[in-house]
T-cell receptor
């Protein structure tokens, strides 16, 4: 079945450091890919998405590129801020399907 | 602001004592979902409603039931909670069931079973 694998956390970075959170997926078809973020005490919210190969999703300085050849959708940000501290979830939905398959989440802590 | 509201945020129950979690939305979305998220695990879809059409995931235990009396509200009923049902329960909504649709989540209800 479809699945998502994220790098284990927690990830601790200093402010202004470069961030990469790895995400790889397994799917039988051509899924849409998402990154959701969960700030402390809040629900998950969409950070960015990509619906086909080579698409790049971007939002709030975060980027991820849909790489079909490596089945990956790694999240990157050039310079993290303390306010980026949160849990980040990679997810996919199979084309025509409704269910989001999530990864386990990666906790990010950014220190001043 | 339009949003998804879950109540209660924290629920403590005893082993075997029924519990109901609620979810309301002001987005007028057609689809409402319930996910279960255990510690350090991925959120797992339990079931969803497309309007009044109920769709149960194949591996959702019978202990979990749901009701959607109208567009705005959806309830999760756990008939006889076990220790293994302690988790965060997430409600989400979306406009469609299309593959690339975006889900809007509530803040979650954390269930503790004693």
């Amino acid at each position: 079945g479809d699945s998502v694998t994220q790098m284990e956390g927690p990830v601790t970075l200093s402010e202004e450091a470069f961030l990469t959170i790895n995400c790889t997926y397994t799917a039988t078809g051509y899924p849409s890919l998402f990154w959701y973020v969960q700030y402390p005490g809040e629900g998950l919210q969409l950070l960015l998405k990509a619906t086909k190969a080579d698409d790049k999703g971007s939002n709030k300085g975060f980027e991820a590129t849909y790489r079909k050849e490596t089945t990956s959708f790694h999240l990157e940000k050039g310079s993290v801020q303390v306010s980026d501290s949160a849990v980040y979830f990679c997810a996919l939905s199979e084309g025509g399907g409704y269910a989001l398959n999530f990864g386990k989440g990666t906790s990010l802590l950014v220190t001043p | 602001d339009a949003m998804v509201i879950q109540n209660p945020r924290y629920q403590v129950t005893q082993f075997g004592k029924p519990v109901t979690l609620s979810c309301s939305q002001t987005l007028n979305h057609n689809v409402m979902y319930w996910y279960q998220q255990k510690s350090s695990q991925a959120p797992k879809l339990l079931f969803h409603y497309y309007d009044k059409d109920f769709n149960n995931e194949a591996d959702t235990p019978d202990n979990f039931q749901s009701r959607r009396p109208n567009t705005s509200f959806c309830f999760l009923d756990i008939r006889s909670p076990g220790l293994g049902d302690a988790a965060m329960y997430l409600c989400a909504t979306s406009t469609t069931r299309a593959g690339a649709n975006v889900l809007t989540f509530g803040a979650g209800s954390r269930l503790t079973v004693l």
